[in-house]
């Protein structure tokens, strides 16, 4: 159960469709004073190092960070023109490395903490029950010294949002909350608890923003997962978003090579009215910059409500 662990796939193509999608949405939410309820439901360990043990068996950033930022922003060049939604992932990837070198990614709890405003008392509850990836996690958070505004809980996600919603109020009296469930699907079961998951989460709060992240892999219950979801959204009248980003199969590959994850989607329920736009003008850019043969694609539609 625990085998998985994503400092392997630390600032690949998913956590980059991930991350962006999740920097817009929190934009949008940010514009009003009003505080956000946070939760990330399966944290990780919040911090990766892109020259450690774990990314350099895996490798995967170069497919994804690390070459997106080698096209758009080559040391001693210009900065090549992006979607303003890139620039905003790239200028927070960038905050993380200081010296210009990619040595640390920030996974969706630094992402978010990023982002947070302590005057306007938004909330932070990060969950994770690996057990080598949860006392990382309190470590690294520890490090923030963000007091309340942050905590960490070592326990299924899945479970420990439900009590959390519908938020408390903020000092203006509005309810707002923004939960990010992305599981690593390791084992088959993980899609029926995310759908099961937002069923509740939706009857508890309709109207919180809700982003799932999933890969976009060869078995029925991955396909299944983004259908299931627009399903429950069309019921609950609620609107959603569905994004997709397929890489294609790496040329250099052989038939016998196994070719890791090359597609993940991002689903968007009661997302910012502006955030098709965002990412209908950030995907093309992301397929030109990290497409890389057959199979490459993108795609974006949106529906409900």
Not at 23 to 32: G, N, Q, V
Not at 41 to 50: I, K
Request: proline share 7%.
């Amino acid at each position: 159960m625990f085998s998985y662990r994503h400092a392997f796939h630390a600032g690949n193509h998913a956590d980059v469709l991930k991350h962006l999608t999740l920097i817009a949405t929190l934009r949008h939410l940010m514009r009003k004073d009003a505080g956000i309820t946070l939760i990330d439901t399966h944290a990780g360990a919040g911090l990766y190092r892109l020259d450690g043990d774990y990314t350099e068996t895996g490798g995967e950033a170069k497919d994804g960070v690390v070459k997106l930022m080698a096209a758009l922003r080559a040391a001693g060049q210009e900065p090549a023109a992006a979607a303003a939604a890139i620039d905003d992932y790239l200028d927070l990837i960038a905050s993380y490395n200081p010296s210009g070198t990619l040595r640390v990614y920030p996974g969706s709890p630094f992402v978010i903490h990023h982002l947070m405003r302590a005057a306007s008392r938004d909330r932070l509850k990060l969950f994770e029950l690996h057990p080598t990836d949860s006392r990382t996690l309190s470590a690294n958070i520890a490090q923030l010294e963000a007091g309340r505004q942050i905590a960490v809980a070592r326990e299924d996600g899945f479970e420990g949002v439900k009590p959390l919603l519908p938020p408390p109020a903020s000092a203006t009296g509005s309810k707002r909350a923004l939960v990010l469930i992305d599981p690593s699907y390791e084992i088959k079961s993980d899609y029926g608890k995310v759908s099961a998951c937002i069923q509740e989460c939706v009857r508890r709060f309709p109207t919180g923003t809700f982003l799932v992240w999933y890969p976009v892999i060869p078995r029925p219950e991955a396909h299944d997962l983004p259908r299931r979801l627009k399903t429950l959204c069309n019921q609950a009248q609620r609107p959603w978003l569905n994004a997709t980003l397929a890489i294609g199969q790496d040329p250099t590959h052989g038939p016998e090579d196994r070719p890791g994850l090359t597609a993940s989607g991002m689903f968007v329920i009661n997302p910012p009215h502006t955030l098709k736009a965002v990412l209908a003008e950030a995907l093309p850019q992301l397929l030109t910059h990290l497409g890389r043969g057959r199979g490459k694609s993108q795609a974006l539609e949106s529906g409900g409500g």
